[in-house]
């Protein structure tokens, strides 16, 4: 069964770096979304992506955020100067259409800032 | 407000018994999934059900909504200690057409051999 698939699994980073976490949607899916689990928090949505652009983000997604996909496979989310209080753990899904509103979810990157 | 409350947050209960999680929401919903998520991993999507239903069934699973009280359950039947995982309701607003998911703060459930 096709699975969304993330790396690296665990990402450790000093404050002020740039990390790009990566995720391979299942192919043919349409809709891409990153989201974000502080430890012990709910999950929070981040980003929606569609047709090569953003269709909706939160307020946690500011300029330091950003998504992209390169390629007709990857799906990349950079956050450009890491602080602490960016440690979390990452989950990318891809969804294959409207009609059906199951997301698949990916394992996720746990993100540690130091 | 926040959207997408379960109680309890926490549940410990021996094998063979049901586990009742129950979730709350505040705002016109499409839909209503249940995830669950074992430790340290990610969420496994488990059942979704739609405005317009009242009770849907898989597996060991059964999950009733009712828009009137805003509120949804998910009853696991004959748990299992692998059903030991915490449990997340998450809505889905149409909000622009992209679904995008809005979770609750979860259940830890530990099912006890």
């Known amino acids: 069964e096709p699975e969304v698939t993330q790396t690296p699994s665990h990402q450790v980073t000093q404050m002020g770096q740039e990390v790009i976490l990566r995720c391979v949607p299942i192919s043919n899916h349409l809709y891409f979304y990153w989201y974000r689990q502080i430890l012990g928090q709910k999950v929070e949505f981040l980003v929606s992506f569609y047709n090569n652009e953003i269709s909706e983000k939160s307020e946690i997604f500011d300029d330091q955020f950003s998504v992209e996909r390169p390629d007709g496979s990857n799906f990349t989310l950079k956050i450009r100067s890491t602080k602490l209080e960016d440690s979390a753990m990452y989950f990318c899904?891809?969804?294959?259409?409207?009609?059906?509103?199951?997301?698949?979810f990916g394992p996720g990157t746990r993100l540690t800032v130091l | 407000s926040q959207q997408g409350e379960e109680d309890p947050q926490a549940l410990s209960i021996q094998e063979g018994e049901n586990a009742t999680m129950n979730c709350s929401y505040k705002t016109s919903i499409n839909n209503l999934q249940w995830y669950r998520q074992n430790s340290g991993r990610g969420l496994v999507h488990l059942i979704l059900i739609r405005s317009n239903e009242r009770e849907k069934h898989s597996g060991r699973l059964r999950v009733t909504l009712d828009t009137s009280k805003k509120s949804s359950s998910l009853l696991i039947t004959a748990s299992r200690a692998a059903d030991t995982a915490s449990y997340f309701c998450?809505?889905?607003?149409?909000?622009?057409?992209?679904?995008?998911?809005?979770f609750g703060a979860g259940t830890r459930l530990a099912v006890h051999p």
């Open positions: 998450a809505t889905v607003q149409r909000s622009g057409g992209y679904n995008k998911l809005i």
């Open positions: 899904a891809s969804m294959p259409g409207r009609a059906t509103d199951t997301q698949y």
